[in-house]
Protein backbone atom coordinates (compact mmCIF):
# COMPACT_ATOMS: atom_id res chain seq x y z
CA UNK A 1 0.00 0.00 0.00
CA UNK A 2 1.28 3.11 -1.01
CA UNK A 3 1.88 5.86 2.31
CA UNK A 4 1.79 9.57 2.41
CA UNK A 5 3.88 11.74 4.94
CA UNK A 6 2.01 13.53 6.70
CA UNK A 7 3.18 17.23 8.16
CA UNK A 8 4.65 16.07 11.53
CA UNK A 9 6.23 13.13 9.58
CA UNK A 10 3.91 10.09 10.70
CA UNK A 11 3.31 8.11 7.13
CA UNK A 12 -0.41 7.25 6.12
CA UNK A 13 -1.94 4.89 3.67
CA UNK A 14 -3.16 7.20 0.98
CA UNK A 15 -5.85 4.49 0.52
CA UNK A 16 -8.09 3.50 2.89
CA UNK A 17 -11.23 2.14 4.21
CA UNK A 18 -14.17 4.00 5.20
CA UNK A 19 -17.27 2.31 7.90
CA UNK A 20 -19.70 5.40 7.47
CA UNK A 21 -23.39 3.85 7.73
CA UNK A 22 -22.29 0.46 7.77
CA UNK A 23 -24.50 -0.65 10.78
CA UNK A 24 -22.76 -2.42 13.92
CA UNK A 25 -24.11 -5.77 13.55
CA UNK A 26 -22.79 -5.95 9.97
CA UNK A 27 -19.94 -3.43 10.39
CA UNK A 28 -16.84 -6.38 12.29
CA UNK A 29 -17.54 -8.57 8.96
CA UNK A 30 -17.56 -6.16 6.34
CA UNK A 31 -13.95 -4.98 8.35
CA UNK A 32 -12.49 -7.98 8.87
CA UNK A 33 -12.92 -8.47 4.94
CA UNK A 34 -11.47 -4.90 4.20
CA UNK A 35 -8.39 -6.10 6.39
CA UNK A 36 -8.11 -9.24 4.49
CA UNK A 37 -8.37 -7.78 1.46
CA UNK A 38 -5.58 -5.51 1.64
CA UNK A 39 -6.67 -2.45 3.78
CA UNK A 40 -4.48 -1.12 6.83
CA UNK A 41 -6.04 2.25 7.16
CA UNK A 42 -9.27 2.23 8.99
CA UNK A 43 -11.79 5.25 9.21
CA UNK A 44 -14.56 5.60 11.93
CA UNK A 45 -16.10 8.03 13.61
CA UNK A 46 -18.03 8.67 16.85
CA UNK A 47 -21.43 9.46 15.28
CA UNK A 48 -21.67 6.49 12.89
CA UNK A 49 -21.81 4.32 16.26
CA UNK A 50 -19.66 1.35 15.42
CA UNK A 51 -16.16 1.80 16.81
CA UNK A 52 -16.38 -1.29 18.87
CA UNK A 53 -17.53 -3.92 15.71
CA UNK A 54 -13.82 -1.96 14.11
CA UNK A 55 -12.47 -2.59 17.85
CA UNK A 56 -13.64 -6.33 17.04
CA UNK A 57 -12.33 -6.61 13.74
CA UNK A 58 -8.78 -5.47 14.03
CA UNK A 59 -8.52 -7.23 17.37
CA UNK A 60 -9.63 -10.56 15.45
CA UNK A 61 -6.87 -9.88 12.14
CA UNK A 62 -3.98 -10.43 14.01
CA UNK A 63 -2.19 -7.32 12.45
CA UNK A 64 0.35 -5.96 14.66
CA UNK A 65 -0.97 -2.72 15.79
CA UNK A 66 1.62 -0.77 14.39
CA UNK A 67 0.80 -1.85 10.66
CA UNK A 68 -2.40 -0.42 11.57
CA UNK A 69 -3.80 3.26 11.24
CA UNK A 70 -6.93 4.14 12.55
CA UNK A 71 -8.87 7.21 12.48
CA UNK A 72 -11.39 8.38 14.45
CA UNK A 73 -13.30 11.41 14.96
CA UNK A 74 -15.68 13.66 17.72
CA UNK A 75 -18.86 14.34 17.08
CA UNK A 76 -20.36 18.09 16.97
CA UNK A 77 -22.08 17.30 20.82
CA UNK A 78 -18.15 16.27 21.63
CA UNK A 79 -16.76 19.78 21.17
CA UNK A 80 -15.07 21.61 24.06
CA UNK A 81 -12.13 20.64 26.03
CA UNK A 82 -13.52 19.05 28.84
CA UNK A 83 -15.91 17.00 26.46
CA UNK A 84 -13.55 16.29 23.60
CA UNK A 85 -11.41 14.56 26.25
CA UNK A 86 -13.92 12.44 27.54
CA UNK A 87 -14.96 11.50 24.25
CA UNK A 88 -11.22 10.14 23.33
CA UNK A 89 -11.18 7.84 26.23
CA UNK A 90 -14.61 6.30 25.20
CA UNK A 91 -13.54 6.30 21.52
CA UNK A 92 -10.21 4.53 22.48
CA UNK A 93 -11.77 2.16 24.77
CA UNK A 94 -14.76 1.26 22.13
CA UNK A 95 -12.11 0.53 19.70
CA UNK A 96 -9.82 -1.40 22.08
CA UNK A 97 -6.89 0.69 21.59
CA UNK A 98 -3.91 2.32 23.97
CA UNK A 99 -3.57 5.02 21.18
CA UNK A 100 -5.06 6.47 18.02
CA UNK A 101 -3.23 7.51 14.67
CA UNK A 102 -5.51 9.76 13.76
CA UNK A 103 -8.24 11.92 15.80
CA UNK A 104 -9.85 14.60 13.63
CA UNK A 105 -13.33 17.28 14.94
CA UNK A 106 -15.71 16.53 12.91
CA UNK A 107 -17.84 19.42 11.77
CA UNK A 108 -16.70 22.92 12.09
CA UNK A 109 -19.77 23.64 14.88
CA UNK A 110 -19.68 23.91 17.93
CA UNK A 111 -16.46 24.56 20.75
CA UNK A 112 -14.16 23.24 18.13
CA UNK A 113 -11.26 25.38 19.72
CA UNK A 114 -11.51 23.84 23.12
CA UNK A 115 -11.32 20.38 21.47
CA UNK A 116 -8.48 21.52 18.99
CA UNK A 117 -6.50 22.23 22.62
CA UNK A 118 -7.50 18.88 24.06
CA UNK A 119 -6.29 17.22 21.22
CA UNK A 120 -3.13 19.16 20.99
CA UNK A 121 -2.52 18.18 24.68
CA UNK A 122 -3.37 14.17 24.05
CA UNK A 123 -1.16 15.00 20.85
CA UNK A 124 2.12 16.07 22.61
CA UNK A 125 1.28 13.29 25.69
CA UNK A 126 1.77 10.45 22.72
CA UNK A 127 -2.42 9.24 23.04
CA UNK A 128 -2.30 10.43 19.33
CA UNK A 129 0.32 10.02 16.85
CA UNK A 130 -1.46 12.69 14.35
CA UNK A 131 -4.68 15.40 14.83
CA UNK A 132 -6.79 16.82 12.50
CA UNK A 133 -10.33 18.22 11.03
CA UNK A 134 -12.92 16.96 8.72
CA UNK A 135 -15.53 19.63 7.03
CA UNK A 136 -13.18 22.15 7.59
CA UNK A 137 -13.49 25.20 4.62
CA UNK A 138 -10.39 27.54 3.48
CA UNK A 139 -11.11 30.24 6.47
CA UNK A 140 -12.14 28.06 9.19
CA UNK A 141 -8.68 26.11 8.71
CA UNK A 142 -6.64 29.40 8.46
CA UNK A 143 -7.84 30.76 11.69
CA UNK A 144 -7.18 27.56 13.27
CA UNK A 145 -3.65 27.60 12.11
CA UNK A 146 -3.11 31.30 13.35
CA UNK A 147 -4.19 30.27 16.90
CA UNK A 148 -2.52 27.20 17.48
CA UNK A 149 1.63 25.61 16.91
CA UNK A 150 0.30 22.33 15.88
CA UNK A 151 -1.10 22.75 12.46
CA UNK A 152 -3.61 19.41 11.45
CA UNK A 153 -2.20 16.95 10.09
CA UNK A 154 -5.73 16.28 8.02
CA UNK A 155 -8.70 17.79 6.61
CA UNK A 156 -11.00 15.05 5.53
CA UNK A 157 -13.61 16.98 3.11
CA UNK A 158 -15.88 15.92 0.44
CA UNK A 159 -14.17 15.53 -2.83
CA UNK A 160 -15.06 14.13 -6.28
CA UNK A 161 -15.39 14.97 -10.01
CA UNK A 162 -18.36 16.83 -9.25
CA UNK A 163 -17.05 18.72 -6.49
CA UNK A 164 -13.34 19.48 -7.00
CA UNK A 165 -12.29 22.01 -4.79
CA UNK A 166 -9.37 23.06 -6.72
CA UNK A 167 -9.05 26.67 -5.09
CA UNK A 168 -9.34 25.16 -1.60
CA UNK A 169 -6.69 22.28 -2.29
CA UNK A 170 -3.74 25.17 -3.04
CA UNK A 171 -5.05 26.46 0.89
CA UNK A 172 -4.01 23.14 2.47
CA UNK A 173 -0.92 22.33 0.51
CA UNK A 174 0.24 25.96 1.69
CA UNK A 175 0.22 24.76 5.37
CA UNK A 176 1.47 21.45 4.21
CA UNK A 177 -2.22 19.77 5.03
CA UNK A 178 -3.25 16.76 3.79
CA UNK A 179 -6.99 16.87 1.91
CA UNK A 180 -8.73 13.02 2.13
CA UNK A 181 -11.80 12.38 0.19
CA UNK A 182 -15.01 10.90 2.44
CA UNK A 183 -17.60 9.48 -0.15
CA UNK A 184 -15.16 10.26 -3.00
CA UNK A 185 -18.24 8.76 -5.35
CA UNK A 186 -20.47 10.92 -4.05
CA UNK A 187 -22.88 7.77 -3.01
CA UNK A 188 -22.91 7.31 -6.64
CA UNK A 189 -24.83 11.07 -7.04
CA UNK A 190 -25.47 12.92 -10.60
CA UNK A 191 -25.03 9.78 -12.10
CA UNK A 192 -20.79 9.21 -11.39
CA UNK A 193 -20.85 5.73 -12.43
CA UNK A 194 -22.51 6.50 -15.86
CA UNK A 195 -20.61 9.69 -16.40
CA UNK A 196 -19.68 9.02 -20.00
CA UNK A 197 -16.38 10.33 -20.14
CA UNK A 198 -15.50 8.30 -16.60
CA UNK A 199 -16.92 5.60 -18.44
CA UNK A 200 -14.93 6.32 -21.59
CA UNK A 201 -11.33 6.30 -19.09
CA UNK A 202 -12.74 3.27 -17.56
CA UNK A 203 -12.84 1.49 -20.96
CA UNK A 204 -9.44 2.72 -21.92
CA UNK A 205 -7.62 0.86 -18.79
CA UNK A 206 -10.30 -2.07 -18.52
CA UNK A 207 -10.90 -0.88 -14.86
CA UNK A 208 -14.33 0.46 -13.58
CA UNK A 209 -15.00 3.80 -13.16
CA UNK A 210 -14.99 4.00 -9.36
CA UNK A 211 -11.18 3.04 -9.79
CA UNK A 212 -10.99 6.05 -12.21
CA UNK A 213 -12.16 7.96 -9.25
CA UNK A 214 -9.95 6.80 -7.28
CA UNK A 215 -6.97 7.14 -8.95
CA UNK A 216 -7.69 10.41 -10.38
CA UNK A 217 -7.74 11.71 -6.24
CA UNK A 218 -4.60 10.27 -5.64
CA UNK A 219 -2.97 11.90 -8.58
CA UNK A 220 -4.11 15.16 -7.52
CA UNK A 221 -2.62 14.27 -3.84
CA UNK A 222 -5.60 13.52 -2.48
CA UNK A 223 -5.99 10.14 0.28
CA UNK A 224 -9.14 8.64 -0.41
CA UNK A 225 -11.53 6.24 1.99
CA UNK A 226 -13.91 4.54 -0.15
CA UNK A 227 -16.42 2.58 1.30
CA UNK A 228 -18.05 -0.83 0.09
CA UNK A 229 -20.11 -3.42 1.69
CA UNK A 230 -18.77 -6.12 -0.76
CA UNK A 231 -15.56 -7.83 -0.68
CA UNK A 232 -15.47 -7.68 -4.68
CA UNK A 233 -15.51 -4.27 -4.61
CA UNK A 234 -13.25 -3.63 -2.13
CA UNK A 235 -10.21 -5.80 -3.70
CA UNK A 236 -11.35 -3.54 -7.17
CA UNK A 237 -10.84 -0.04 -5.25
CA UNK A 238 -7.98 -0.88 -3.57
CA UNK A 239 -6.38 -2.09 -6.82
CA UNK A 240 -5.41 1.40 -8.53
CA UNK A 241 -1.64 1.51 -8.43
CA UNK A 242 -1.14 -0.53 -11.66
CA UNK A 243 -2.04 2.29 -13.98
CA UNK A 244 -1.70 6.23 -14.33
CA UNK A 245 -4.27 8.63 -16.12
CA UNK A 246 -2.59 11.18 -18.64
CA UNK A 247 -2.24 14.71 -18.07
CA UNK A 248 -4.97 14.97 -20.95
CA UNK A 249 -7.32 12.56 -18.92
CA UNK A 250 -6.74 14.55 -15.65
CA UNK A 251 -7.51 17.79 -17.59
CA UNK A 252 -10.47 16.36 -19.12
CA UNK A 253 -12.11 14.87 -15.78
CA UNK A 254 -11.46 18.59 -14.02
CA UNK A 255 -14.21 19.68 -16.58
CA UNK A 256 -16.74 17.51 -14.74
CA UNK A 257 -16.45 19.90 -11.70
CA UNK A 258 -19.90 21.57 -11.10
CA UNK A 259 -18.37 24.13 -8.13
CA UNK A 260 -20.85 22.65 -5.75
CA UNK A 261 -21.40 20.45 -2.64
CA UNK A 262 -23.49 17.13 -3.39
CA UNK A 263 -23.41 15.70 0.08
CA UNK A 264 -22.20 18.60 2.61
CA UNK A 265 -22.66 22.18 2.70
CA UNK A 266 -21.67 23.44 6.68
CA UNK A 267 -23.10 27.35 4.88
CA UNK A 268 -26.57 26.03 4.36
CA UNK A 269 -28.81 27.03 7.39
CA UNK A 270 -31.04 23.03 6.39
CA UNK A 271 -27.00 21.45 6.58
CA UNK A 272 -26.28 22.84 10.15
CA UNK A 273 -29.75 21.77 11.32
CA UNK A 274 -29.67 18.25 10.14
CA UNK A 275 -25.88 17.81 11.41
CA UNK A 276 -27.19 19.16 14.87
CA UNK A 277 -29.69 16.27 15.28
CA UNK A 278 -27.66 13.81 13.13
CA UNK A 279 -27.79 10.99 15.89
CA UNK A 280 -31.48 11.07 16.28
CA UNK A 281 -31.71 11.82 12.57
CA UNK A 282 -29.19 10.67 10.51
CA UNK A 283 -30.66 12.14 7.37
CA UNK A 284 -27.42 11.34 4.69
CA UNK A 285 -28.00 15.30 3.30
CA UNK A 286 -30.61 17.85 2.40
CA UNK A 287 -28.67 19.51 -0.03
CA UNK A 288 -31.18 19.24 -3.83
CA UNK A 289 -29.03 18.83 -6.80
Known amino acids: MQRIKLNNGIEMPIL ?14 VVEDALSAGYRLIDTASSYKNEKAVGFAIKNSGIKREDLFVTTKAFIQEMGYEKTKTAFENS ?92 PFAEGMNGMFTNPLLTQI ?30 ERMIENINIFDFELTQEEMTKIATLDLAKPQ ?26 N
Open 16 to 29: GFGVFQIDDKTCQG
Open 92 to 183: LKNLGLDYLDLYLIHMPFGDYYGSYRAMVELYNEGKIKSIGVSNFMSDRIMDLCYNFDVIPAVNQIELHPYYQREKELEILREYNILPQAWA
Open 202 to 231: AHNYNKSVAQIVLRWNIQRGVAVIPKSTHK
Open 263 to 288: MLDTRVVSEVRRLYNYLENPVLTSLE
